[in-house]
């Protein structure tokens, strides 16, 4: 038979003088505190609990949640405040039987940090994500793809670049920035460049070649080679497994005329 303790006032849990390190008080049955509750070594009697109803206080602050299931999920986890006894100043949890810690919040990170709404958007920097995914920063938000050297392999980044100008892709190793292979300008017409079907249109959201140019006025195509050195160059091959044809057409008149 269980019974209900009450305790009406704030509540400070410390060690008791004369109290060996391996005895512990322990209360069955179900406990009620109406006031404020301090646990920890460095508990005073006079706390003012200006942080809220419950604090744990003293030199390695750490709620541990300890599963002693015989059967299904067992794991051990644990919501710790900062390295012990020396380290780095952080809010974290800790997987105790695995990893260490799997989520951390250094100090001082700025508002909105991370945040998670009620869609279930992810903001970073934003309590206002309008997409699945909505990073904002002042100044060329910016997602980063690392693949990292643990398994042997070199290390090597792709940044995804956005601002008020450009949108890019950028290929990166270490801290050096070695090329933008990939760069959309802002103010670009509708279906600038389209993918589909292994099709590339340009001007078109329906390709009908490996590549469509299609544009009203001025359709054309420029190859340039800027070398510092007069030179014979070529500049366009075709390659076909017979005789290689170019189709010119006149939309206007239906007149079809055929070189090669």
């Keep these: 038979m269980s019974r209900s303790f009450t305790i009406l006032a704030a509540t400070v849990l410390t060690a008791l003088p004369g109290l060996a390190a ?96 009620s869609a279930g958007r992810l903001g970073l920097g934003t309590s206002l994500p309008q997409a699945d995914i909505h990073a ?22 792709w940044d995804l670049i956005g601002n008020d100008g450009t949108f890019s892709l950028a290929e990166v190793v270490g801290t050096t920035t070695m090329g933008l292979p990939f760069r959309v300008h802002t103010g670009n017409a509708l279906y600038t460049m389209t993918m589909r079907n292994n099709f590339i249109g340009l001007g078109t959201d329906f390709p009908q070649k490996r590549l469509h140019i299609r544009v009203a006025g001025e359709a054309t195509a420029r190859i340039e080679d800027v070398a510092g050195t007069a030179a014979p160059r070529s500049l366009l091959e075709l390659i076909n497994n017979g005789r290689p044809e170019i189709v010119m057409t006149n939309s206007d008149t239906a007149a079809n005329g055929r070189s090669g």
């Excluded at 541990?64 to 794991?75: A, L, M, Y």
Aim: proline share 7%; net charge negative; charged share 15%.
């Design 136 to 157: 904002v920063n002042t100044l060329n938000p910016t997602l980063r793809l690392e693949m990292s050297g643990t398994l042997g392999n070199p290390d090597h980044s």
């Design 22 to 117: 391996d005895q512990a008080t322990v209360l069955s049955g179900d406990h009620v505190i109406q006031g404020n509750l301090c646990v920890g070594a460095a508990c005073l009697a006079s706390e003012g609990f200006s942080r809220g109803p419950l604090m744990v206080k003293g030199p390695r602050t750490a709620l541990g949640f300890v599963d002693t299931s015989t059967t299904g999920p067992t794991r051990d986890w644990s919501i710790v405040a900062n390295d012990y006894p020396a380290g780095f100043s952080f809010f974290g949890i800790e997987d105790v039987e695995g990893n260490g810690i799997v989520l951390r919040i250094e100090p001082d990170a700025p508002q909105n940090a991370l945040y998670v709404s």
